[in-house]
């Protein structure tokens, strides 16, 4: 079954302690992005990837970081994770570039406490 | 900047009752424009793409159309089954995709 996965799908941390999120498709997809969405503010673009070692910058870069060593994986690191970065995170993919439809993983809510 | 603006935020509507979910939007050049249906909880599923002035697409009770500032996505007779957050989103040339807040769509049997 074609799907992006994300994990976990639920996080409760404190401030400062470096976390990750983990997301793998399975449909050979060049491009990826991760999102944050905030209740009035709706989905963020936070980092996106158009290849295998090719990132750059969304709307909201600030306090993350990602990586792109393999094609199916894009993980979003969280250095120092304060409370303001709590909300729910989706990453996604789609064939190629950012005018193919976007296939989204099923979310993970995060929690900074 | 690329900026989408949805409304109205919320609608209700009674089954069989069809209306119109707007999509205004600001792209430097256009390269698709997508509508995709969330569910709470879930991640938004992808329902149509639309790529220049005048295009048209339908899917069940779903129709969308696209002029060159706005996005109309048409529901013809709801049933409870189409309550959902139905999403708005623009690709431009940054390779960046913006989405607009949603409109939250509620059908009463």
């Known amino acids: 079954e074609a799907q992006v996965t994300q994990n976990p799908r639920y996080l409760i941390t404190v401030t400062g302690k470096k976390l990750t999120v983990t997301c793998s498709q399975n449909?050979?997809?060049?491009?990826m992005s991760w999102y944050r969405q905030d209740p009035g503010l709706g989905l963020r673009q936070i980092y996106y990837s158009m290849n295998v070692e090719v990132t750059d910058k969304g709307d909201v870069p600030e306090g993350y970081k990602v990586s792109r060593k393999e094609k199916r994986n894009f993980p979003l690191i969280l250095e120092s994770p304060s409370p303001n970065q709590t909300s729910l995170y989706f990453c996604a993919s789609s064939y190629r570039s950012n005018n193919s439809p976007l296939h989204f993983g099923n979310g993970t809510r995060l929690t900074v406490t | 900047e690329d900026q989408v603006t949805q409304s109205p935020e919320a609608l209700r509507l009674q089954e069989g009752e069809s209306s119109s979910l707007n999509c205004s939007y600001t792209?430097?050049?256009?390269?698709?424009l997508f509508w995709y249906r969330q569910d709470p909880g879930k991640g938004p599923e992808f329902l149509f793409t639309?790529?220049?002035a005048g295009e048209e697409k339908e899917k069940e009770r779903l129709k969308a159309t696209l002029t060159k500032k706005e996005s109309f996505l048409h529901i013809t007779a709801p049933k409870p089954e189409d309550s959902a957050t139905y999403l708005c989103a623009v690709s431009g040339g940054y390779q960046k995709v913006t989405f607009g807040t949603g409109t939250k769509l509620q059908v009463i049997p």
């Open positions: 792209v430097s050049g256009l390269r698709g």
């Open positions: 639309l790529y220049s």
């Open positions: 449909m050979n997809h060049e491009y």
